[in-house]
C-alpha cells in the first residue's frame, strides 16, 4: 500500500508542446492510484512563493493537445541555493505533498536531484525539453513538435530560396546540442548541417557551396544549431559573404516558434506514456529518477546519470546527410 497520499506537479525551464498531456496523465494517474495532484505554478518558484492549487481530471479537461502549459513555467534562481530549496521542502510540507513530478530539462533534474537529496523528498522527472539531450531516453517530450515545426518552416523557405535562387541560413535551438538541426537538416534535405557535435571546417562549407547544388543554381539551405562553433546564423552569413561576396544570402532564426504549438501525436503519447509511469514509480516507492523511453521501452535513470551524461547524438547519421546532400 503505498504511502503517497499527495503528488505535486510542476513544468520548469523552457515550456514543451506536450507538457499539458504530461500533466493530464499525471492528474489521471493520480485519480487512478487515489492520490491528490496539487499543481505547482511557474516551477520551482511555485514551491518557494506557495502558489499552487488542486488538479482535478476537469483542470485537465481539453488539454492534450495544447502547446505551452498550464502550469506556466519558470527558471528558478532562488532555487539553485540551498535556502530556496529548504523553504520550497517547508511549503510542501505545510500543504501535505509527500512527493513530486517535475517536468522540465537538465536544470530542472538537477534541481530535483538537489532537492531530493538534502530533504528526502520522492522524486520522479519526465524528460521534457525541445532539445533532445538528455540521457536517458531516445526522446525529449517538445522534441518531435519542434522538428516538425522546423521542418515546415524550412519547406516554405526553400520555395523562396529556388525562386530566387538565393542561399538561406537557418539558425534553430537546441542550446549546446545538434539534435533539432541535424533531424530536421535531414528531413528538409538541407545542403549543409552544422552541429556542435560534428567539427565542420570553414573550408569544407566553401567547398560545398563553391561546388554549389547539381540541381539547383545558387539556392540552397544551410542549416545552423545555435549552439554550433560557428557562432549561429549570423556569423555563419558574414563568413559566406566574406568569401563569396556575389551570394545572395539571407538569414532566418526561427527562435521560439519551435517551442509553441499543438503537440505532435508522438509528443503526446511520449508524454501520456511517461506522465503515467512516473506516478505509478512513485507508487512502487520508486525516486530520485528520471522515466525515459528507450527501444520503445519503460526505462528509469537515476538524476545522477541522467545530469552526468550527455546523450549522444549520430554522427554516422550526419555524415550520411553529408552525403545525401551532394
Ligand atoms: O532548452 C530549450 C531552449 O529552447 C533552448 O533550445 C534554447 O537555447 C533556450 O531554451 C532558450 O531559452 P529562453 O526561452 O529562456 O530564451
Sequence with gaps: ???????????????????????????????????????????YYGLINKTMKPLDG????????????????????????????????EHMKAEGIDALVVIGGDGTLTGAR????????????????????????????????????????????????HSHDRLFVVEVMGRDAGFIALRSGIATGAEKILIPEAKTY????????????????GAGI???????????????????KSRFPDFDVRVTILGHIQRG???????????????????????DGRKGMMVGSINRQIVFTPFEQTIKYNRPINVELHSIAEILAL
Design 202 to 217: 570553414i573550408e569544407d562549407l566553401y567547398e560545398t557551396l563553391e561546388k554549389g547544388s547539381s540541381h539547383d543554381e
Design 114 to 161: 538537489l532537492l531530493g537529496k538534502e530533504h528526502g523528498v520522492p522524486i520522479m522527472g519526465l524528460p521534457g525539453t525541445i532539445d533532445n539531450d538528455l540521457y536517458g531516453t531516445d526522446y525529449t517530450i517538445g522534441y518531435d513538435t519542434a522538428v516538425n515545426t522546423v521542418v515546415a518552416a524550412v519547406d516554405k523557405i526553400r520555395d523562396t530560396a
Design 1 to 43: 500500500m503505498s504511502q503517497i497520499k499527495k503528488i505535486g506537479v510542476l513544468t520548469s525551464g523552457g515550456d514543451t508542446p506536450g507538457m499539458n498531456a504530461a500533466i493530464r496523465a499525471i492528474v489521471k494517474a493520480g485519480i487512478h492510484y487515489n492520490i491528490e495532484v496539487a499543481g505547482i505554478f511557474k516551477g
Design 261 to 283: 504549438g499543438a503537440p505532435s501525436a508522438f509528443d503526446r503519447v511520449l508524454a501520456s506514456g511517461l506522465g503515467f509511469q512516473a506516478v505509478k514509480a512513485l507508487v
Design 58 to 89: 476537469a483542470a485537465v479537461y481539453n488539454i492534450i493537445h495544447r502547446g505551452g502549459t498550464i502550469l506556466k513555467s519558470a527558471r528558478c534562481q532562488e532555487f539553485i541555493k540551498p535556502e530556496g530549496r529548504k523553504k520550497a521542502y
Design 222 to 240: 544551410i542549416i545552423v544549431a545555435e549552439g554550433d562553433k560557428f557562432g549561429g546564423a549570423l556569423e555563419v552569413e558574414k563568413k559566406i
